[in-house]
């Protein structure tokens, strides 16, 4: 049995799954960097074999060697002769080349370490607080993403957190957004922590709704695929699709990028949709991003040739 456990989905600010986040003022609440790479795990099976993993599946498991192969390579070196508990599961982020070109950032970012077991039987156990998780990183050698900023929920307005969206510790220029962590409170999604995500760009496209910035349309889908449907969303699922389900760079990713896109879309910002609109045109939702993903598939693919990066 190999044990694989998906890293749970973590919602933006505002989101129905997190909406209570503000309401425990005396909790501590730590705010880390959102590091742009690829999701992924490691941990010992049951037999003490090791095994690592991407975002959605157990890559040794499956045999794919492929997968992240520079990064599991560092990993791998890093692990050798070091002792890892068989009580945890510890998460992590593959830093391949994504949206944002990191020039300083080491290969693999400690993010998580997870429980095994809860007192309930059959459920994973809860997640370690920053200071237990940044020791068991710090004994084998794996960097632990940034501390941006720790305290109390009562401390913490929400009209400063995009404040805390500084320069980023890998590259010169800004961090893609921030992780505010609630170790202290179960989240109502299932039997892990509190967490809420604050990204740079969703900022500017609130903005553009509550100032007015979206140009005018007619209806409320194309409202909605102009506020949410970004240049910068759609690369984000391309760079999936490459690094983490290891598919080819090519026009063939639009047999999945379009509906990825739109379940990102749903899942991160249904409360706000049903909030500030009255209808959603389904068969037009999906026309309309199927244009921008075929749009932003091409030009990526022509800076990605003309970078000589294309396979």
């Known amino acids: 049995m190999s044990q694989f456990k998906k890293y749970p989905k973590i919602y933006h600010l505002g989101s129905e799954e997190n909406r209570e986040f503000f309401d425990f003022a005396e909790d501590t609440v730590v705010v880390e960097e959102k590091v742009d790479g690829g999701n992924g795990s490691f941990w010992l099976d049951e037999d003490g074999a090791l095994h690592v993993g991407s975002r959605n599946r157990d890559l040794t498991s499956e045999e794919d060697e492929k997968t992240f192969a520079k990064q ?53 156990g809860l997640f370690l607080a920053r200071e237990t998780r940044t020791q068991l990183f710090d004994a084998l ?62 900022f500017k496209e609130n903005n553009k709704a509550i100032f007015g910035g979206v140009r005018k349309k007619n209806t409320d889908t194309e409202k909605i695929v102009e506020q949410y449907c970004t240049d910068a969303r759609v690369k984000k699922q391309i760079l999936k699709l490459v690094n983490e389900e290891n598919l080819p760079l090519g026009m063939e990713l639009m047999s999945k990028l379009p509906k990825n896109v739109a379940n990102d879309i749903l ?14 045109d389904f068969t037009q939702f999906k026309k309309l991003i199927s244009h921008i993903c075929v749009r932003v598939l091409k030009e990526y693919m022509i800076n990605e040739a003309k970078n000589g990066k294309t396979k």
Not at 267 to 280: H, M, R
Request: glycine content about 6%; some cysteine.
């Open 72 to 124: 599991r390579a560092v990993l791998m070196d890093k692990l050798k002769d070091k002792e890892i508990s068989d009580d945890y599961i510890y998460y992590i982020e593959w830093m391949a080349p994504h949206t944002i070109k990191y020039s300083d950032a080491p290969d693999v970012i400690g993010i998580d370490v997870r429980a095994k077991r809860s007192m309930l039987e059959g459920e994973y």
């Open 141 to 202: 050698g794996i960097e632990n993403v940034p501390l941006v900023w720790r305290g109390k929920i009562s401390d913490l307005k929400k009209k400063e957190i995009k404040d805390l969206i500084g320069p980023s510790k890998y590259y010169k220029g800004k961090m893609e957004g921030v992780v505010l962590k609630n170790y202290c409170r179960k989240s109502r999604q299932g039997n892990h922590q509190l967490y809420v995500k604050v990204v740079a760009d969703e």
């Open 267 to 280: 899942q991160e910002n249904i409360s706000g949709i049903f909030e500030a609109y009255k209808w959603l």
